[in-house]
């Protein structure tokens, strides 16, 4: 199938497949007579793979590891349970991050009068100032 169906398939922008197939992350199986990229059923599975993958946060090395050791039925699951592991702490700490900054920003919020005045705590901590 050509670029735009495997797309549609796997649920990607053709942009971001074809940035796939350029780094060689999701190559397609070959090139038609016409000269258009060929992918097959198997490069849309595994343009989901990396669609799900990178949804979880796994970076694009991350995902070629997990795409290796998903092509390899020799594999550890252990290898694969390490992966995500070392992916869960990550989003955990992003989530503290997250939920800091939010706190922050609903106390700006909070100074606020949100009247016709121009003085506003929030810009004012944006920008780093104390008052």
Do not use: W
């Amino acid at each position: 199938m050509r670029i735009g169906d495997a797309a549609r398939a796997s649920g990607l922008p053709v942009k971001t497949v074809r940035y796939y197939a350029d780094i060689g992350l999701v190559a397609p199986s070959g090139r038609g007579g016409n000269g258009y990229r060929d992918y097959s059923a198997s490069d849309v599975r595994r343009l989901g793979f990396v669609r799900r993958a990178r949804a979880f946060g796994f970076s694009i090395d991350e995902c070629r590891e997990l795409l290796g050791l998903y092509a390899d039925r020799g594999r550890a699951s252990a290898d694969v349970k390490r992966i995500a592991e070392v992916r869960i702490v990550e989003l955990d700490r992003q989530m503290a991050e997250l939920a800091e900054l939010k706190s922050d920003l609903a106390h700006l919020a909070e100074a606020c009068a949100g009247d016709g005045r121009p003085d506003c705590p929030i810009l004012n901590g944006l920008a780093g100032e104390r008052r």
